[in-house]
């Protein structure tokens, strides 16, 4: 027997192997194997039962199965091989994505022993009478401990705590196993985090409002008709998408089908997270980058045996393994973490959701307040089919919940204190202050972390510089150091100028440390919490943050775009964006659509219930037609404004956009292995395709590499666009070593 293994190196073929006959009934596809690869072992998946390509004599043997069930169903073999044709990778890499951890074949069920009374004894009586008739009295106390649980109804514990609690010692129970009044046994624990008390009001379902049920009523009719649709559901923030979500989950639920959930960065989404299990419990897995490894191995173990066949959980969740597929929603589709941008595979999980359903035969539910403009396209051109919810939903007692007042306040006028520039104008720092007084709750949006993105000698402009990155660091005052954001680099801030040796330095921009300082001084009484990359760094710190300004135990949010996904807070009355400008001068086509989709989401923050909301956008440019549509909540507008330039510049969705990426420690040799891929591939370059580059990357040293880009524009409906691609990284050759190409299709950014 000879098979075929995907092994996880980027390269086209899957590998050969010989089967000894003693592993043969257990070489199923789909199972891990472990495989010999020149003088190493590596770990693969069997993909096919094929003989050898032509020419090829002599193969190795598989050495060990690693699974009794196939680790990698039937469906998702199929979905794997097309993510890794369609985003060119290797079969293997893509397989990689989908199976838990990177340990990949190390993972074991974790096992704790037990000990429990037999039968016979297993009552509180039962164990009276045996604690009566035994004489060793390290023998009573530990049938004591078993009375002490029983009695107070709580189910045993392990072994090893038990012995701890009636110290006695693992010869004292033997010699009761011995007896027949213990028994012991090996038993399977599964490692799930705790999700925090769960809400008793998240546990029953509302009564839908009539445009949430016009939405459920028509998907239920796609659930029942058990075949691919797609659906995009574009509901403003606060029209109750999660409550359509669940509607169709449990249609599909009911057929006996499994579904998946995507949320973005799910340690975000916490809210999210609680509310599918509140209605749908232990039925549902959750899948979690922050999960360790051997959690994130028993929830996907519960999905591939069937235990469980309902998951949640960001990006990677969409290979799930989740068999019988009914349902596929994507909530917030347009956030940009569904693409993978490193390592391969760069698939998009938003389209890769609607491939899997379309492959299995499931209802894929795109669901956002800003859809992605591919998807605004997409329902536009009947491809999907637009449920829309335009208002809010209103409180009980409340005829309506409008959609909050946005307001801008111009920077250029408003920005200081006597002669101090301050991030928080006059207007800002008022509407704060009516808040505080009023025991409402207010967030502040600032998209930059640190204190002071710009450290500078006044007197000959030097600036310091990441020695491994080509970005200038950012001041961080809390710690006392300048960083660097790309590789975490720090060092301490110069008392001289290593230039002109004088110490006049100025501390330039805002950062979210700096909002914080100037909330204390001007709000010394107001309790301040900071959410950004800074104050996250443990496991559960945004449960932590979010569960505690849930509660009212802070008065002020500030943070990075973390605070504008998806919080649903009743007392937040004010949403303050300190800077609006941020990130809309990026050289990126895209930087428009982000922005708009930023602000509009932050903004829905607040007013979400009873109390009316206010949002303030301070700006340096006013004029900006964002903010006109902004205040308007005119989404589509300005998506269909961003549209039209799009189509003239032939850019997504009108047009595909691939980037790759050449990198390497030594710039001349990057710059030239770039030019010699952008050389190869024009050789063969198709005539409807255009290319672009190679150009420095916009920031062109990360970690000591140098990083060159080169841009493909094809229409949309290119044909071969993968296969051509994939040709020029054969003909191209592999890359010297610590040199690397790295071939992005549907590109999110180009920088
Ligand atoms: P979205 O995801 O569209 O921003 P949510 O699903 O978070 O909106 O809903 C906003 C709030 O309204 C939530 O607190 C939710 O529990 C509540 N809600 C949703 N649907 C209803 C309903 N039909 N009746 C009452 N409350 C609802
Ligand atoms: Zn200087
Ligand atoms: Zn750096």
Same mark, same amino acid.
């Given at each position: 027997? @000879?098979?075929?293994?995907?092994?996880?190196?980027?390269?086209?073929?899957?590998?050969?192997?010989?089967?000894?006959?003693?592993?043969?009934?257990?070489?199923?596809?789909?199972?891990?194997?472990?495989?010999?690869?020149?003088?190493?072992?590596?770990?693969?998946?069997?993909?096919?039962?094929?003989?050898?390509?032509?020419?090829?004599? !002599?193969?190795?043997?598989?050495?060990?199965?690693?699974?009794?069930?196939?680790?990698?169903?039937?469906?998702?073999?199929?979905?794997?091989?097309?993510?890794?044709?369609?985003?060119?990778?290797?079969?293997? =890499?893509?397989?990689?994505?989908?199976?838990?951890?990177?340990?990949?074949?190390?993972?074991?069920?974790?096992?704790?022993?037990?000990?429990?009374?037999?039968? $016979?004894?297993?009552?509180?009586? &039962?164990?009276?009478?045996?604690?009566?008739?035994?004489?060793?009295?390290?023998?009573?106390?530990?049938?004591?401990?078993?009375?002490?649980?029983?009695?107070? +109804?709580?189910?045993?514990?392990?072994?090893?705590?038990?012995?701890?609690?009636?110290?006695?010692?693992?010869?004292?129970?033997?010699?009761?196993?011995?007896?027949?009044?213990?028994?012991?046994?090996?038993?399977?624990?599964?490692?799930?985090?705790?999700? +925090?008390?769960?809400?008793?009001?998240?546990?029953?379902?509302?009564?839908?409002?009539?445009?949430?049920?016009?939405?459920?009523?028509?998907?239920?009719?796609?659930?029942?008709?058990? !075949?691919?649709?797609?659906?995009?559901?574009? &509901?403003?923030?606060?029209?109750?998408?999660?409550?359509?979500?669940?509607?169709?989950?449990?249609?599909?639920?009911?057929?006996?089908?499994?579904?998946?959930?995507?949320?973005?960065?799910?340690?975000?989404?916490?809210?999210?997270?609680?509310?599918?299990?509140?209605?749908?419990?232990?039925?549902?897995?959750?899948?979690?980058?922050?999960?360790?490894?051997?959690?994130?191995?028993?929830?996907?173990?519960?999905?591939?045996?069937?235990?469980?066949?309902?998951?949640?959980?960001?990006?990677?969740?969409?290979?799930?393994?989740?068999?019988?597929?009914?349902?596929?929603?994507?909530?917030?589709?347009?956030?940009?973490?569904?693409?993978?941008?490193?390592?391969?595979?760069?698939?998009?999980?938003?389209?890769?959701?609607?491939?899997?359903?379309?492959?299995?035969?499931?209802?894929?539910?795109? +669901? !956002?307040? @800003?859809?992605?403009?591919?998807?605004?396209?997409?329902?536009?051109?009947?491809?999907?089919?637009?449920?829309?919810?335009?208002?809010?939903?209103?409180?009980?007692?409340?005829?309506?919940?409008?959609?909050?007042?946005?307001?801008?306040?111009?920077?250029?006028? =408003?920005?200081?204190?006597?002669?101090?520039?301050?991030?928080?104008?006059?207007?800002?720092?008022?509407?704060?202050?009516?808040?505080?007084?009023?025991?409402?709750?207010?967030?502040?949006?600032?998209?930059?972390?640190?204190?002071?993105?710009?450290?500078?000698?006044?007197?000959?402009?030097?600036?310091?510089?990441?020695?491994?990155?080509?970005?200038?660091?950012?001041?961080?005052?809390?710690?006392?150091?300048?960083?660097?954001?790309?590789?975490?680099?720090?060092?301490?801030?110069?008392?001289?100028?290593?230039?002109?040796?004088?110490?006049?330095? $100025?501390?330039?921009?805002?950062?979210?440390?700096?909002?914080?300082?100037?909330?204390?001084?001007?709000?010394?009484?107001?309790?301040?919490?900071?959410?950004?990359?800074?104050?996250?760094?443990?496991?559960?710190?945004?449960?932590?943050?979010?569960?505690?300004?849930?509660?009212?135990?802070?008065?002020?949010?500030?943070?990075?775009?973390?605070?504008?996904?998806?919080?649903?807070?009743?007392?937040?009355?004010?949403?303050?964006?300190?800077? $609006?400008?941020?990130?809309?001068?990026?050289?990126?086509?895209?930087?428009?659509?982000?922005?708009?989709?930023?602000?509009?989401?932050?903004?829905?923050?607040?007013?979400?219930?009873?109390?009316?909301?206010?949002?303030?956008?301070?700006?340096?440019?006013? =004029?900006?037609?964002?903010?006109?549509?902004?205040?308007?909540?005119?989404?589509?507008?300005?998506?269909?404004?961003?549209?039209?330039?799009?189509?003239?510049?032939?850019?997504?969705?009108?047009?595909?956009?691939?980037?790759?990426?050449?990198?390497?420690?030594?710039?001349?040799?990057?710059?030239?292995?770039?030019?010699?891929?952008?050389?190869?591939?024009?050789?063969?370059?198709?005539?409807?395709?255009?290319?672009?580059?190679?150009?420095?990357?916009?920031?062109?040293?990360?970690?000591?590499?140098?990083?060159?880009?080169?841009?493909?524009?094809?229409?949309?409906?290119?044909?071969?666009? !993968?296969?051509?691609?994939?040709?020029?990284?054969?003909?191209?050759?592999?890359?010297?070593?610590?040199?690397?190409?790295?071939?992005?299709?549907?590109?999110?950014?180009?920088?």
């Amino acid at each position: 027997m @000879t098979v075929g293994v995907a092994l996880p190196f980027p390269v086209d073929h899957v590998y050969h192997y010989r089967v000894p006959p003693n592993l043969e009934k257990v070489a199923h596809v789909g199972c891990r194997v472990s495989v010999p690869l020149r003088n190493r072992t590596v770990v693969g998946i069997i993909t096919d039962h094929s003989g050898p390509p032509e020419g090829v004599r !002599s193969l190795r043997l598989v050495r060990k199965v690693l699974d009794d069930t196939p680790a990698a169903s039937e469906q998702l073999l199929a979905l794997t091989r097309w993510i890794a044709t369609y985003y060119v990778c290797a079969w293997g =890499e893509a397989l990689r994505a989908a199976l838990p951890g990177q340990k990949q074949g190390t993972q074991q069920p974790k096992t704790v022993r037990f000990l429990r009374p037999t039968l $016979a004894f297993a009552s509180a009586a &039962g164990l009276r009478d045996v604690i009566e008739q035994l004489r060793g009295h390290k023998q009573r106390a530990l049938i004591r401990t078993f009375l002490r649980y029983i009695t107070a +109804g709580r189910p045993f514990p392990a072994k090893a705590t038990l012995l701890a609690e009636s110290t006695a010692s693992a010869a004292t129970a033997q010699r009761l196993v011995a007896k027949g009044i213990l028994e012991e046994s090996e038993e399977e624990v599964l490692r799930t985090p705790d999700y +925090g008390n769960i809400p008793d009001r998240l546990t029953r379902p509302p009564t839908l409002n009539e445009a949430q049920a016009h939405a459920v009523a028509r998907l239920d009719v796609a659930v029942q008709a058990q !075949s691919f649709s797609t659906f995009l559901l574009h &509901g403003v923030t606060g029209s109750g998408k999660t409550e359509v979500y669940l509607a169709a989950l449990k249609a599909t639920m009911a057929l006996g089908k499994g579904a998946i959930v995507l949320v973005p960065e799910i340690a975000l989404t916490p809210q999210t997270v609680q509310r599918f299990r509140a209605r749908f419990g232990d039925q549902i897995a959750v899948l979690h980058s922050r999960m360790s490894y051997g959690e994130r191995y028993d929830a996907w173990r519960l999905l591939r045996t069937g235990r469980c066949s309902v998951t949640i959980g960001p990006r990677s969740a969409v290979l799930a393994p989740v068999s019988n597929l009914g349902l596929i929603v994507v909530d917030e589709e347009h956030d940009s973490s569904y693409k993978q941008h490193d390592p391969a595979p760069r698939y998009h999980a938003r389209d890769v959701a609607v491939m899997r359903a379309k492959m299995e035969g499931a209802v894929c539910i795109l +669901g !956002s307040a @800003t859809p992605s403009l591919e998807s605004l396209h997409n329902a536009r051109a009947g491809r999907y089919q637009l449920l829309q919810m335009p208002e809010r939903i209103p409180a009980p007692g409340v005829r309506a919940v409008p959609l909050p007042d946005i307001r801008l306040v111009d920077l250029r006028r =408003e920005a200081r204190v006597g002669l101090h520039r301050v991030a928080l104008s006059k207007t800002l720092r008022g509407a704060i202050a009516r808040r505080l007084k009023r025991g409402e709750q207010v967030i502040l949006l600032q998209n930059r972390r640190g204190y002071a993105p710009v450290w500078e000698c006044q007197r000959c402009g030097w600036l310091p510089e990441c020695t491994d990155c080509s970005v200038s660091l950012t001041f961080h005052k809390a710690t006392d150091a300048l960083r660097c954001h790309y590789c975490g680099f720090a060092q301490r801030p110069p008392d001289v100028c290593p230039e002109c040796r004088m110490d006049d330095f $100025a501390r330039l921009g805002t950062g979210t440390q700096r909002v914080q300082e100037e909330l204390r001084r001007f709000f010394p009484g107001a309790r301040i919490l900071r959410m950004d990359q800074d104050t996250t760094h443990r496991k559960d710190a945004h449960y932590t943050i979010l569960s505690s300004f849930g509660r009212g135990d802070a008065d002020i949010l500030i943070g990075t775009q973390m605070v504008a996904k998806g919080l649903d807070f009743d007392r937040v009355t004010l949403v303050g964006v300190v800077s $609006a400008d941020v990130g809309m001068g990026l050289p990126d086509f895209r930087a428009e659509e982000h922005s708009a989709q930023l602000l509009m989401q932050v903004a829905g923050r607040a007013g979400r219930r009873a109390l009316p909301g206010k949002v303030l956008l301070q700006t340096r440019r006013p =004029e900006h037609p964002i903010f006109h549509y902004v205040q308007q909540h005119d989404y589509t507008g300005f998506a269909t404004m961003l549209l039209e330039a799009r189509q003239q510049l032939r850019y997504p969705p009108y047009g595909r956009l691939t980037n790759v990426e050449i990198r390497g420690p030594d710039v001349k040799r990057a710059a030239k292995l770039a030019d010699r891929w952008a050389e190869t591939a024009r050789c063969s370059l198709p005539k409807e395709l255009a290319m672009l580059g190679p150009v420095p990357a916009l920031v062109a040293k990360v970690k000591t590499q140098y990083r060159f880009h080169v841009s493909i524009k094809a229409p949309r409906s290119v044909r071969g666009l !993968s296969d051509w691609l994939r040709s020029v990284r054969t003909e191209f050759g592999a890359p010297p070593s610590g040199y690397r190409v790295a071939i992005n299709v549907d590109a999110i950014s180009v920088f």
